[in-house]
């Protein structure tokens, strides 16, 4: 009597299989030869593994292996541990024991469920009631694992399999980021590079030049996981416009955990989609940052300009997406004029006549004489300001603010002592039996909900204190001091100090810098404890 040739197959999920033991690959084979030995009509010609692959879907590639080897009829049996090992979802694997297998002439074994379909007794019904069990199963257990990753994720807790470049999982956390001091300096360059006018794709053709391997050949050469597929499979990937403006747009660089960004529409179907901003989940200073939060978005307000290097430019020009007609609201465009062998550069509004009063014509370097004198000045009154505010502070205003919320949040923080005694002395009265059980939920709910109104109403006062108290002046003060000593204009000073320049019909021009607006507040805020004084 000839043999049935069976194909051990196993396999063992990346998530919850794992923690079981008995569900090992190692217990899984096993189980199956030693089944096979008591059945003197199977022998086992292939051992067939997916290590690491869900049950929902079929596209594993052992299993399609599989049943590339049925079809070509070097097998006719297939024997699993149990029916969830070969499939979790209901309407694909009860199609393939009722349909595909049986057409095929192949029989099937799931030995701990004691399925055969070489016998008799074994029904539709089993096999039917079996798979639905599985395929709730993996339902139970997807929303169980969306659940622990959404709780992860509002704690600042990384959990994509693949780190972004310049970070690398916390040996002793893999839920933490720590960077990467190999290549940490390759994102600062690159943003900096962006910082002083340089495109995405000249940015990549300056890293290729110098050697640097891109994020994908380095984690590829020194072992660490990444995403496959599509040109990263490549052994000589690039560093590409697309990487680089892909780095520069990451504010995980910021110190930042941004994730959820994607998500899959069920169990079942695996298609990822992209979910709207507004429901990714941000949790700030979560590691280290590589790039200040200040830098991060002064990149950001340059890709949103959108500014496009000329032909046979590996810059963009000075003030390219910052000039503004003053009339129609245009960005600006440069031109250039030939006269006698020389060239001589104008800014005009491009909308023409019908567009516009005039097109604002303004000579290059007028303009950036112009700026410069403006910027010079600007800083200037920013420190002068400083020294001002340094006075005022050796002097009582701060008592004076201090007095002004400090007695107002002890109050509160009085109040909130007083209703953490109340709850403790209602716990002691119901264990004593002195407050019915009812009426001790029902007010504990109250100061509960009392106190953490106070708590809030604390932390919007202390919040208030500090902001007048100044300490959030000195970032961007420092931001401006920074080119105190300046005397000519790049691609980055300009980026960095002024946010836009407006371009009247008279050559005359309006700059708005940037913190402007901390700028004019603080301001504000002097004269008014001018007054207090």
Not at 208 to 226: D, F, H, R, T, W
Not at 230 to 257: D, F, H, P, Q, V
Request: charged content about 30%; some cysteine; hydrophobic content about 35%.
């Amino acid at each position: 009597m000839s043999k049935y040739k069976a194909i051990s197959y196993t396999r063992l999920s990346y998530t919850n299989d794992k923690d079981n033991e008995s569900n090992s690959i190692s217990n899984q084979k096993a189980l199956i030869r030693d089944f096979v030995k008591k059945h003197s009509d199977i022998e086992i010609v292939s051992e067939k593994v997916d290590d690491g692959y869900t049950g929902i879907l079929f596209d594993r590639p052992a299993f399609q292996e599989m049943m590339e080897d049925i079809r070509a009829e070097k097998v006719n049996c297939i024997i699993v541990k149990d029916l969830s090992r070969f499939g979790r979802d209901y309407i694909q694997t009860g199609k393939y024991l009722r349909q595909i297998l049986p057409s095929l002439g192949v029989r099937f074994i799931a030995i701990n469920d004691n399925i055969d379909t070489l016998k008799e007794n074994c029904t539709g019904l089993d096999v039917s009631l079996k798979t639905i069990i599985n395929d709730a199963y993996s339902q139970d257990i997807s929303k169980k694992i969306r659940s622990v990753l959404e709780q992860k994720r509002k704690e600042g807790l990384y959990v994509a399999s693949f780190t972004p470049y310049g970070y690398q999982k916390a040996t002793e956390n893999k839920n933490q980021l720590v960077i990467d001091e190999k290549v940490a300096p390759v994102v600062k360059d690159i943003f900096k590079m962006k910082l002083d006018g340089m495109s995405a794709a000249r940015i990549a053709d300056a890293l290729n030049e110098k050697g640097i391997l891109s994020p994908v050949m380095y984690k590829k050469q020194n072992g660490y996981a990444y995403a496959k597929g599509g040109y990263i499979t490549e052994n000589n990937a690039k560093w590409s416009a697309t990487t680089i403006l892909r780095i520069l747009k990451n504010e995980i660089y910021t110190g930042t955990m941004v994730q959820g960004k994607k998500t899959t529409y069920n169990y079942k179907l695996k298609n990822i989609i992209k979910k709207p901003k507004s429901e990714w989940v941000y949790v700030e200073n979560t590691h280290e940052a590589i790039i200040s939060k200040q830098e991060f978005d002064l990149v950001q307000n340059i890709l949103f300009l959108d500014t496009r290097t000329a032909p046979f430019q590996e810059n963009v020009y000075l003030f390219s997406g910052l000039l503004i007609c003053a009339d129609c609201g245009s960005r600006m465009t440069r031109k250039t004029v030939t006269y006698k062998n020389k060239k001589y550069f104008y800014y005009y509004c491009p909308t023409g006549k019908k567009g516009c009063t005039s097109s604002h014509m303004i000579k290059e370097d007028e303009l950036i004489a112009c700026v410069l004198e403006s910027v010079k000045k600007h800083i200037s009154s920013v420190i002068s300001l400083e020294k001002l505010l340094q006075n005022i502070e050796s002097t009582r205003i701060n008592q004076k603010i201090v007095q002004k919320y400090g007695k107002e949040i002890a109050e509160k923080e009085q109040m909130a002592e007083e209703l953490k005694v109340f709850q403790s002395s209602l716990y002691e009265n119901y264990i004593k039996g002195i407050l019915p059980k009812l009426d001790y939920r029902m007010l504990k709910q109250e100061y509960t909900v009392k106190l953490e109104m106070i708590e809030k109403e604390i932390s919007a006062l202390n919040e208030k204190l500090e902001k007048e108290l100044w300490h959030d002046r000195k970032e961007w003060i420092e931001h401006f001091k920074k080119f105190s000593n300046i005397t000519e204009l790049d691609r980055n000073a300009v980026i960095q100090l002024v946010q836009s320049v407006k371009i009247f019909e008279k050559k005359q021009i309006e700059i708005t810098f940037r913190y402007q607006s901390e700028y004019e507040e603080t301001i504000k805020m002097f004269h008014s404890q001018k007054e207090v004084i």
